[in-house]
Structures are given as structure tokens and as C-alpha cells.
């Protein structure tokens, strides 16, 4: 999975805009004027994501998939999850979080 293939996927959801306002190294993608996705383009290691998440579901991921879901990274931590995309974690669950973000968000969940 690559920086493209979450993109792409990112902007097949409805209403979906995509912008720099940290910088030139971090894509944000907002639905309702809001971000549910942060994707950082200088990851040195592995690529990761931040995306939002309801509390609760945040800790089990964390529980979950210990070495792949983490509290996010310079975000609230409450109800951002960072996600390392290393090949551990199936691009289904990966493409979930995505869309559960994006619900949260867009209040479509």
C-alpha cells in the first residue's frame, strides 16, 4: 500500500477535499469542512496515517493491533489514531478506519 492507493481512496468518498495547510509534506482530507485524514508524505520507515476514531473503538484498536495502532501522533490522542502501514494490517481494516473517520466527521455513522 502506498501513499497513492490511500489518495485514491480518500477522494472516492463523497465530498472529500484535499489540502497542505501544515506544509508541503502532509495531505489533509476534510468532509464536511472537517479532517478525518492526515497523511504524512515524509515518513522516512513506514507510512503512516493519522485518522480520527470514537474513543472507545480507539483503545481496542490499540489493543488489537498493539504494533500497528497508536495514539496519534500530535493529535488529541482521545480520538486520534496514528496507523503504521508496515503490511501487518490488511488494507480492508486500514480502508475501515478510513471510513469510520470519515463518518465521524461527516456524521454518516
Not at 489540502?19 to 502532509?26: E, K, L, Y
Not at 497523511?39 to 480520527?52: A, F, G, R, T
Request: aromatic content about 10%; hydrophobic content about 40%; proline content about 6%.
Amino acid at each position: 500500500m502506498n501513499v497513492e492507493e490511500i489518495r485514491d481512496f480518500a477522494l472516492s468518498l463523497e465530498d472529500v477535499t484535499e489540502s497542505f495547510p501544515f506544509g508541503p509534506d502532509t495531505i489533509v482530507f476534510k468532509t464536511n469542512n472537517k479532517m478525518f485524514l492526515l497523511l504524512p508524505l515524509d515518513e522516512e520507515d513506514y507510512l503512516k496515517i493519522n485518522v480520527k476514531c470514537n474513543p472507545e473503538l480507539a483503545i481496542e484498536l490499540r489493543i488489537q493491533y498493539p504494533d500497528s495502532v497508536l495514539p496519534g501522533y500530535h493529535m488529541n490522542k482521545k480520538h486520534w489514531n496514528t496507523v503504521v502501514i508496515d503490511g501487518l494490517l490488511p488494507w480492508m481494516s486500514i480502508k475501515e478506519m478510513i471510513e469510520h473517520s470519515y463518518g465521524l466527521v461527516g456524521r454518516r455513522i
